[in-house]
């Protein structure tokens, strides 16, 4: 099994320039998540699925679109992106979402210019 | 309410030392609290969690102290090696995420 897979792994954009960030998990897992990674400030949840052909709004969502049009997939978009973006993000993955451990990817390293 | 304040920012111990990891929580409706740990490069992985029914849980040289009352929990590291330096970040769950802590960079030194 592959895991939690993330496409691409590094990216550097301009501002005003738009890219879509690709997660792929094997692990039939119902609940995906993305995070975005900044120094100093842990963690943050972007957007999350509770299953397919469902969205939801985390802690930071402005400027991020999402779609779950398959189970095993959870596409994170950036229409126009702007310097404040630069990040790491990560998916991730659980069964359930109470007690359950959730799976990461590797990361997406985005820097906007 | 949401938060989950951790400290301290940064920790460096010789190999051998305890660090210890805190963490605090507001909203008494969290009723699960992981650790994870991520290396350099990588996502974070679950390194151990406990349930607010226990006041501790240890797995290998992990340990996890739990005080309800106080709302506070804590990650002990038992006779720390060089290897265990990374960033663990603490976590509470709610009722469909996770709230992560702003993490924890450890460096034990040889």
């Known amino acids: 099994n592959a895991g939690v897979t993330q496409t691409p792994k590094f990216r550097v954009l301009k501002t005003g320039q738009s890219m879509t960030l690709l997660c792929a998990q094997d692990m039939n897992h119902e609940y995906m998540y993305w995070y975005r990674q900044d120094p100093g400030m842990g963690l943050r949840l972007i957007h999350y699925?509770?299953?397919?052909?469902?969205?939801a709004k985390g802690e930071v969502p402005d400027g991020y679109n999402v779609s779950r049009l398959k189970k095993q997939n959870f596409l994170l978009g950036l229409e126009s992106a702007a310097p404040s973006q630069t990040s790491v993000y990560f998916c991730a993955s659980s069964y359930y979402v109470r007690d359950n451990e959730q799976f990461f990817g590797p990361g997406t390293r985005l820097t906007v210019l | 309410q949401q938060q989950v304040k951790q400290s301290p920012q940064s920790l460096i111990v010789q190999k051998g030392g305890i660090p210890i990891i805190n963490c605090a929580y507001e909203n008494t409706a969290f009723d699960y609290f992981p650790w994870y740990q991520q290396f350099p490069g990588k996502g974070p992985a679950l390194l151990i969690a406990?349930?607010?029914?226990?006041s501790e849980k240890k797995e290998g040289r992990f340990t996890i102290s739990f005080n309800k009352s106080a709302k506070q929990f804590s990650l002990h590291i038992m006779d720390s090696q060089p290897g265990d330096s990374a960033t663990y970040f603490c976590?509470?769950?709610?009722?469909?995420?996770?709230?992560f802590g702003t993490g924890t960079r450890l460096q034990v030194f040889p």
């Open positions: 699925s509770v299953g397919e052909g469902t969205t």
């Open positions: 976590a509470a769950s709610g009722a469909d995420k996770l709230i």
């Open positions: 406990i349930r607010p029914d226990v």
